[in-house]
């Protein structure tokens, strides 16, 4: 009876050393994984080499180093290579089957960084909500929207949505109207504020800006202003306040104008 328990506890000793061994490798390993995802960032932050591809190499090491860390945990925990493999297998199957939506939202977040429909820092609309891409998580895509909330959406949701980028291209149109004060005179209004619209520097002359009359539902008549500006160049609120305040002006001169 007692060489049996010698026996148990020798054993039992083993196996508690080969453990605690494991898991001093799996903590390593995270260490390592951390530190070497912090250093290739530093490396990587460089204006010629793309965010998103350094986001993705960091990524894809980070838990390539994880993941050597587990299996060297069981390796050292169950002594043989080939039953941790095997059991992996297992794993992996049961681990897609439990956690489906998890996994398919991380792959969809490799996809993104690797097909690059949008960059970090573009404002894109997805599910309704307009924001700036401040991070492509493992998980969800976080934007930063103008009124300085912040939207979460999951990667797969972004991935098979419809994504409107609104700063692909490097213009945009913006659409200003002002309603008219009856009595006054509309004869060569727009094709003033056209001309006065042409002459500044910031809107662009190719397609060149747009006025017209509307008719509003009361009866009167409202000016619609359209033109194309290089928003990355120029802010697009000082822009429109300093053209409403020149839409404003020609209204005014015109209402001022001697009556023929």
Do not use: C
Not at 85 to 100: D, N, R, T
Not at 113 to 131: A, K, M, Q, S, Y
Not at 204 to 215: A, F, N, R
């Amino acid at each position: 009876m007692g060489a049996m328990w010698d026996w148990i506890t020798s054993h039992w000793n083993d196996d508690w050393a080969k453990f605690v061994e494991g898991i001093l490798l799996l903590l390593v390993s995270f260490v390592i994984a951390s530190v070497v995802r912090g250093t290739l960032r530093g490396q990587l932050k460089r204006p010629h080499i793309d965010q998103q591809v350094a986001l993705l190499i960091s990524r894809i090491v980070y838990l390539a180093v994880v993941l050597l860390g587990i299996i060297a945990f069981f390796t050292r925990w169950f002594g043989s290579p080939a039953l941790v493999f095997g059991g992996f297998g297992f794993l992996a199957l049961a681990f897609s089957l439990a956690f489906q939506d998890i996994l398919k939202n991380f792959i969809a977040g490799i996809f993104m960084l690797l097909e690059r429909p949008f960059r970090l820092g573009d404002e894109i609309t997805v599910d309704n909500h307009t924001g700036i891409v401040e991070n492509i998580q493992m998980r969800a895509t976080t934007l930063r929207t103008s009124e300085g909330e912040q939207v979460i959406a999951p990667n797969s949701l972004v991935y098979t949505g419809t994504i409107i980028n609104r700063t692909r291209y490097p213009t945009r149109l913006f659409t200003l109207t002002a309603k008219i004060p009856s009595g006054v005179p509309v004869d060569g209004l727009a094709e003033k504020i056209k001309e006065e619209l042409q002459s500044r520097p910031e809107i662009t002359k190719d397609p060149p800006p747009h006025v017209g009359l509307q008719p509003s539902i009361d009866g009167g008549l409202t000016l619609e202003v359209r033109y194309w500006l290089d928003y990355r160049r120029n802010d697009p609120l000082a822009v429109q306040a300093a053209i409403g305040r020149q839409v404003y002006l020609a209204i005014q001169s015109a209402e001022a104008a001697p009556k023929r």
